[in-house]
């Protein structure tokens, strides 16, 4: 295990539904990160938390809306989603924003489903 | 731009046997370069990462090579285990504005057939 977990496995939602992915670290770390990962194709990132505050937002739809309450915590808010956003959706930590942010420790992913 | 490209995208091998993956890129200025291994359905877990200065690492039966000027790496696996099934992915990673930025291959999918 890599100290990151996420929340749920999977999940199967209709493009009216509204739901949350979410993650927890218990690395102590203070940098967080969403990735969006879709068939044979590189990790895409999505947004990045610094103590708590979004640094980096990749030109993501509005249909995601990222929380992060505290540094151990951070959730991602789905709404009105389309097919196309059925992906695996990564969450990892680093132990800061700086020079150690290329050490990012994974979660298991959640597997969205979009019908 | 900054791209890294592996290849080949798929492989299969019998179990015992070598097999080696490559990754090439074209990020500057370069930081690092890891290997990840990404069980189906599962987060990447981090194999070897190496710096400017390192031409090889090893992590058990994974042997990473880097060529900072060519700017290529390769990932050796050796007497292949069925374990060993999974997405290999390269990640480069280079310091601008204060934080590292990671640049992702879109990863090789290696099957070990017993």
């Known amino acids: ?5 996420q929340t749920p496995r999977h999940l199967v939602m209709g ?10 670290q218990h690395l102590g770390h203070n940098a967080m990160y969403w990735y969006k990962q879709s068939a044979k194709k590189p990790l895409e990132l999505m947004f990045v ?44 930590s680093s132990q800061d924003r700086g020079v150690f942010s290329y050490e990012q420790y994974f979660g298991p992913g959640t597997r969205l489903t979009v019908t | 731009k900054n791209q890294v490209e592996q290849s080949p995208q798929s492989l299969i091998i019998l179990e015992g ?7 090439n890129y074209t990020v500057s ?10 069980d189906t359905g599962r987060g990447p877990v981090s194999l070897t990462i190496m710096t400017f200065s390192e031409n ?35 990640v480069v990673s ?21």
Not at chain 2, 61 to 66: D, E, G, S
Not at chain 2, 95 to 102: H, W
């Open chain 2, 29 to 38: 200025p370069f930081s690092n370069l890891r290997w990840y291994k990404q």
């Open chain 2, 56 to 90: 090889t690492k090893s992590n058990g039966r994974y042997t990473a090579t880097l060529d900072a000027d060519t700017k290529q790496s390769s990932l050796h696996i050796t007497a292949s285990q069925l374990s060993d099934s999974a997405s290999y992915i390269c």
């Open chain 1, 15 to 24: 493009m009216t539904n509204k739901k949350s992915l979410k993650c927890e």
């Open chain 1, 49 to 92: 938390y610094s103590l708590e505050e979004r640094v980096e937002n990749n030109s993501v739809p509005s249909r995601f809306s990222p929380e992060c309450p505290n540094s151990s915590h951070l959730f991602l808010h789905l709404h009105t989603l389309q097919p196309e956003d059925s992906a695996l959706y990564l969450c990892a």
């Open chain 1, 1 to 5: 295990e890599t100290g990151v977990t």
């Open chain 2, 17 to 23: 046997k070598n097999c080696t993956l490559q990754c």
């Open chain 2, 94 to 114: 280079y310091f601008s504005g204060g934080y590292n930025k990671l640049i992702f291959g879109a990863g090789t999918r290696l099957a070990v057939h017993p």
